[in-house]
């Protein structure tokens, strides 16, 4: 799925001080039955956000206005549990580009990067911090730089760098996953398979 | 420099090496079955994109047909979607389609080789984990997901980082009544099912060596098993001999080139491989499962081990225990089963077949058993039919069904009811693979057949002495 490329992103953030928030609360399973990958940013976190009627829970961050942005900031172990890829694509869909955390599940992460969303990996302290920005200030702007991997709290300075696999790090800063990487390669590709007989 | 066989094919076929990444790897031919596919080419459609190559995609249905009644339309409404979808998406790309029917048609491992698709030196990927099998002929084979279809329809690349490589070389003889599936049960049980996990194995010694090209598959398909990328064997007289003259092997000029390089497919002298295993041919015996992995297998006269000398987890082989209803020490030998699967990718094929017969010529099917016995192809069909073998196993009381993967993974109406023991060639004993509360022994085809016979585990050896005798 081709997405938009990732340089430098500067937003405001959406608070989840929540540990092990796991696939399932990220999409339940009885939204996983569509063929196309579309309109799962509808039911990201759908549990948490709608009452059974399809009512918002008032009290679920998503459904609160004093919070908005591209980038949401997760407890520890975000994206635990089941392998499913719809996780993040509902991450992105909804209109997040980038997680951050301070310790992500390692398949989560993956289907993150494939997918254009940017999983940022930060200490504990660090993580701590931000939360107690927003919380000071709910307009407090973060800015992550990924060619220089770098995460800042705009209103204090507080920065951090953080750690991705090279051959990743050129595929978001392109917006290319992997088969876009190989189509891109074509020419090469193509060249390499006339020297080669069937 | 001294390199192993694994690294000339790999590397030989790495397009761009990504610093801080995977390799990009060429694939030379690419096998696609109704199931995995699908969603893989409605990836195609989203970015508007052809396949690269249709002239190197091959594709079959095999995973969910049926095996009795082909000529008549599939009843099962997703299986005939999914098959629908696969003749429509070969039609629009060009690929070759041999569905339901055609004289090709049968499981995706058995038909490569028989149509000359494997190839020493070649790069095969299929969206199925028993890709394996084609590392028979020297070739570098493994399963990949429904993204990495998508990425080779579209590049005819797949993204991989560079397994580790081990060898394990079995020299000495076998034994009478021991088959190339009990030489693989052997190898799981002693490594477990995680025991490559990370590696892509070489096997080598006098034991492959004397192996026949088929044998040589059916090792070469259980390498997942023990959680290996893949198997090969280095290829020798025996693999060009049955390569020659097959439909999409090289002809002609073409083949004497094409010989000159597969005659370098070996492991040089002094490479170096990550981890080296040896066992001996002598010390193994027909082998039977009796858990519900493949790793959990035993000689068919041991017995059961006891929870105390098993390796790792204690608990499972005590749970996987109670799902078979069996008991620790208990013997094999006397159970009694209730189904018997000849068939799939890992013993479907024709000598599978004369195995079989070999050992049922002479005898009746035992009543209480329920035999399925499917051919790996139509090929391997035709065959059993013109070599006398159906009539061996009609007058032993055996029906023969059509083509496909049947109870390998019960998507079809093959499957093995709740509770009840069936000795099956497949490659899976997984709780519920053949079918949801099924009990699986795999087995040899020999092993099969003596207890299609006598309706419970029986050591082939008696029944090849009596007929000796
Ligand atoms: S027979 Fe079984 S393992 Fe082989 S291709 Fe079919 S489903 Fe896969």
Not at chain 2, 129 to 143: E, R
Not at chain 2, 235 to 264: L, S, V
Request: proline share 5%; with cysteine.
């Amino acid at each position: 799925m081709a997405y938009d490329k990732f340089n430098v992103l500067k937003s405001t953030a959406v608070p989840m001080p929540i540990e092990n928030v796991d696939t399932d609360q990220i999409i339940p399973a009885r939204f996983l039955k569509a063929t196309e990958r579309k309109g799962f940013g509808d039911n990201l976190f759908r549990d948490w956000r709608y009452n059974p009627d399809n009512t918002p829970k008032e009290h679920f961050v998503l459904n609160n206005p004093i919070y908005s942005g591209k980038i949401l900031v997760g407890g520890k172990n975000f994206g635990s549990g089941s392998s499913r890829e719809h996780a993040a694509w509902a991450v992105y869909d909804y209109g997040f580009r980038c997680v951050v955390s301070s310790f992500f599940a390692d398949i989560f992460r993956n289907n993150c990067l494939n997918v254009g969303v940017l999983p940022v990996q930060v200490s504990p302290e660090y993580l701590q911090q931000i939360f107690s920005a927003i919380e000071a200030d709910p307009n407090t702007q973060l800015e992550v730089n990924l060619p220089e991997q770098t995460i800042t709290i705009c209103s204090t300075g507080d920065q951090e760098s953080f750690a991705i696999n090279g051959y990743k790090k050129e595929n978001m800063l392109n917006g290319f996953d992997d088969i876009d990487y190989l189509l891109n390669l074509k020419e090469k590709i193509k060249g390499f398979a006339e020297n080669t007989p069937l | 420099m001294s390199k192993t066989l694994f690294a000339k094919v790999w590397d030989s076929h790495v397009v761009q090496k990504i610093e801080d990444g995977p390799d990009v790897l060429f694939i030379d031919r690419h096998l696609v079955h109704e199931v995995t596919s699908p969603v893989a080419f409605l990836g195609l459609k989203n970015r508007n994109i052809k396949v690269l190559y249709p002239e190197r995609t091959f594709a079959t249905a095999d995973h969910n047909t049926p095996t009795l009644n082909q000529h008549l339309p599939v009843e099962d409404p997703l299986s005939a979607k999914q098959l629908q979808a696969l003749e429509d998406n070969a039609q629009e790309h060009n690929i070759p389609y041999w569905g339901l029917g055609h004289e090709k048609n049968g499981i995706v491992h058995v038909i490569g080789p028989e149509n000359g698709i494997t190839l020493p030196g070649a790069t095969i990927v299929c969206g199925d984990s028993h890709t394996s099998t084609h590392g028979a002929f020297g070739a570098i084979a493994f399963g990949i997901g429904t993204s990495e279809v998508e990425m080779v329809l579209s590049s005819q690349c797949i993204m991989q980082p560079k397994p580790k490589s081990m060898r394990i070389t079995i020299n000495g003889k076998l034994n009478p009544a021991v088959t190339p599936k009990d030489v693989a049960l052997y190898i799981i049980s002693r490594l477990s099912t995680s025991g490559a996990t990370g590696y892509f194995v070489e096997y080598a010694g006098e034991v492959f060596r004397n192996m026949s090209m088929e044998g040589r598959m059916t090792v070469c398909n259980l390498s997942i098993e023990m959680g290996a990328r893949g198997g090969m064997i280095a290829p020798d007289e025996k693999t060009f001999e049955y390569i020659k003259g097959r439909e999409f092997a090289p002809k002609g000029e073409a083949w004497n080139e094409t010989m000159k390089y597969w005659q370098t497919l070996k492991t040089d002298k002094g490479a170096v491989f990550d981890k080296e295993i040896e066992f001996q041919g002598e010390d193994i015996e027909p082998m039977i499962t009796y858990g519900t992995n493949p790793g959990m297998g035993v000689g068919i006269s041991n017995g059961i081990p006891s929870a105390k000398d098993v390796e790792g987890g204690v608990d499972t082989f005590k749970k996987s225990l109670a799902y078979m209803d069996f008991k620790e020490g208990e013997d094999m030998l006397g159970k009694k089963i209730d189904f018997v699967f000849l068939g799939s990718c890992t013993n479907g094929r024709i000598e599978d077949f004369r195995a079989f017969a070999s050992l049922v010529k002479g005898h009746k099917k035992a009543a209480h058993v329920t035999a399925w016995l499917v051919p790996g192809s139509h090929k391997v069909e035709e065959a059993i039919e013109e070599e006398g073998i159906l009539d061996i196993l009609q007058e032993a009381g055996f029906e023969l069904r059509e083509p496909g993967c049947s109870a390998c993974l019960a998507m079809n109406d093959d499957k093995i009811p709740a509770g009840k023991y069936a000795v099956s060639t497949s490659n899976r004993n997984f709780e519920g693979r053949q079918g949801p509360g099924a009990r699986t022994l795999l087995a040899s085809p020999l092993v099969a057949a003596a207890a299609a016979i006598t309706g419970k585990v029986t050591d082939p050896r008696e029944l090849l002495q009596t007929q000796t005798v």
